[in-house]
């Protein structure tokens, strides 16, 4: 028997990907590449947008028309935000909502007519890093967001199983572990936070590296920037989804953050960890969002040492207050802001990546092309490209002197 599967959306979805994985492959079924033919299609959705969704939805009616007789079986947030009836109507045979997902691997054994799994299974991942999922579900209801919709009120994984499923990472030969959830600032079990599971983390016996995910301001990244300044196994990396830079729009946003706390929590991350990874993600042309205010969010941006921005022109998500919002920002200035801000994101990048000429760097191994280099990621999120590494060098941590920098990529 075999199954195909198909990730949409964030890092959270790939983690949820990786154990359904890990927990057929046990049970003894076949990973071929999706779009190849196969007994089981899973198509793990994503509807964080519009766009997305629809995307989604497309794939599932290619794939139902493909492959007919396929056991055809969708999670994911899509399931969540469509009635039933539209996935039944589309043909597919499994629909799990967010309470039933983490048993997809079961529910499709038990269609097919095959043993449950009766044991855990070890997580695995299909990259080098390994994502280790701490939390779902999200209550802030951000007034873009549809996510609180689909995936529920914030649930946390036990502080004792995040730490074995770690472990169990460390044990099958992973050396960088991504802390992943769907807001894990909000992480809490029995009154240990996310800077707590995040020392205990560093301290399992093998641990490479630690990478904290993203990351909403106005929670605790105070501490974790002092854990990062402290501890060499925690990735001086910052990814926060500041979002905007003008306190009217974040308060439309429904954020729970000003602009000065803003300021004051990168100011302490530049003061305390040099040369920080510092990423940002960035919507532009929200409801009201007038000219002074973007012009704001500009500003922002350019006082900072972002490495990293991900910009999005505003889209409305159906189902979501802000899509019925006055102030609608035209798509074309939508757009037209965020070109600007990537322009900005570029400069910064390549500036970032020759900060570290002459420096060390440790890098994870990635990949090694028939040329003889090494390529991998630096802990501050850079691409690096080095020679003089061998195969057996994948998937370790080496330290690489940088020689210079093409355009955001370093060669060491
Ligand atoms: S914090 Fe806001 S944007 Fe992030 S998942 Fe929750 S509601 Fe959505």
Redesign the pocket.
């Known amino acids: 028997m075999t199954f195909a599967l198909k990730t949409f959306g964030c890092r959270l979805n790939r983690a949820e990907s990786a154990r359904f994985e890990a927990a057929l492959s046990a049970a003894g079924l076949e990973q071929v590449p999706f779009g190849e033919a196969a007994d089981v299609v899973i198509i793990h959705t994503c509807a ?1 947008t519009a766009t997305a969704e629809n995307e989604c939805l497309r794939m599932i009616r290619s794939m139902r028309t493909k492959y007919p007789s396929a056991l055809l079986a969708v999670s994911g947030c899509a399931v969540d935000a469509a009635p039933p009836e539209r996935l039944a109507a589309m043909g597919v045979d499994l629909a799990l909502s967010r309470e039933e997902r983490e048993t997809l691997p079961d529910r499709i054994l038990e269609k097919l007519g095959l043993p449950r799994l009766t044991a855990p299974i070890p997580p695995r991942s299909t990259a080098h890093r390994a994502l280790l999922k701490i939390q779902d579900g ?5 007034t ?5 919709h689909t ?1 529920g009120q914030p649930r946390s994984v036990p502080f004792g199983q995040c730490l074995d499923e770690a472990a169990a990472f460390l044990d099958a030969g992973y050396r960088e572990i991504v802390v992943t959830g ?2 894990i ?1 909000c992480y809490a079990d029995q009154g240990r936070r996310l800077p707590e599971l995040i020392a205990a983390l560093s301290a399992l016996p093998g641990m490479g590296r630690i990478r904290i995910g ?1 990351l ?1 301001p106005g929670m605790n990244e105070a501490a974790l920037i002092r854990r990062m300044a402290e501890d060499p196994r925690v990735c001086d990396f910052l990814h926060l ?1 500041i ?1 905007s830079g003008d306190d009217a729009v974040l308060r439309r ?4 953050y000003t602009v000065d706390a803003l300021r004051r929590t990168l100011d302490l991350a530049c003061e305390q960890v040099p040369r920080l990874g510092l990423g940002a993600d960035l919507i532009t042309g929200f409801p009201g969002e007038t000219d002074a205010a973007f012009e704001a969010t500009r500003a922002l941006v350019s006082a900072y040492p972002f490495s990293n921005l991900h910009v999005f022109p505003y889209s409305e998500r159906p189902g979501t207050p802000a899509a019925g919002f006055d102030g609608v920002v035209p798509v074309a200035e939508r757009k037209r802001r965020a070109a600007e801000l990537i322009r900005l994101r570029e400069e910064k990048r390549v500036a970032f990546a020759r900060s570290f000429i002459g420096r060390e760097v440790t890098v994870l191994i990635e990949k090694i092309t028939p040329d003889g280099n090494a390529h991998g990621w630096t802990a501050e999120y850079l691409p690096c490209t080095c020679a003089g590494f061998s195969p057996d060098t994948l998937g370790t941590l080496r330290t690489v002197t940088v020689r210079r920098a093409e355009g955001e990529e370093l060669q060491g």
């Open positions: 964080v999200c209550s802030f209801f951000c873009y967001c549809i996510v609180p995936r769907c807001n600032a993203s909403e989804p979002q946003m429904g954020r729970h």
